[in-house]
């Protein structure tokens, strides 16, 4: 198994920030998703004059690790330009958390560090589990429903 140093996840991220695609908000950031296996995959953030089609840099690396065939991650390292440590929004917490809680995060900023537990992150994050009361079978489609 690879074992890549944390310092070495930064310089991942921070080597994202070059391609990031962040016209509106300028507000780069830079994504390094390591997985179980010790594979690191990367990703930025890609802006849309649509703005609700932006990705960012973590779901960016989630897609680019799933399309790889990697879906259990141990660390998640995100970097960006500001000075403080920034979280991972809502969206990728969400994301990253369907694939488990166990992720630890670190975001790297000019001046400050910092890293949480994605289920701290995202305590009551929606699952495949909570989805099966509304399951319908051929019975419900046949007679309405309950
Ligand atoms: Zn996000």
């Not at 991942?12 to 507000?27: E, Q, V």
Request: net charge neutral.
């Amino acid at each position: 198994m690879k074992q890549r140093s944390l310092d070495r996840l930064a310089e991942l991220a921070r080597g994202m920030l070059a391609h990031a695609y962040a016209p509106y908000s300028r507000f780069r950031v830079g994504a390094a998703l390591e997985s179980d296996s010790g594979e690191v995959f990367t990703g930025c953030n890609v802006e849309n004059a649509s703005y609700g089609l932006t990705i960012c840099a973590e779901r960016a690396a989630v897609a680019r690790a799933v399309a790889e065939g990697h879906r259990r991650f141990r660390r998640l390292v995100i970097a960006t330009e500001s000075d403080a440590a920034v979280a991972p929004c809502g969206a990728c917490c969400q994301v990253v958390a369907e694939f488990g809680g166990a992720t630890e995060v670190f975001s790297f900023g000019n001046r400050e560090q910092a890293s949480w537990q994605l289920k701290d992150l995202i305590p009551h994050a929606f699952n495949r589990s909570q989805m099966t009361a509304g399951e319908m079978t051929a019975g419900d489609c046949r007679d309405g429903g309950p």
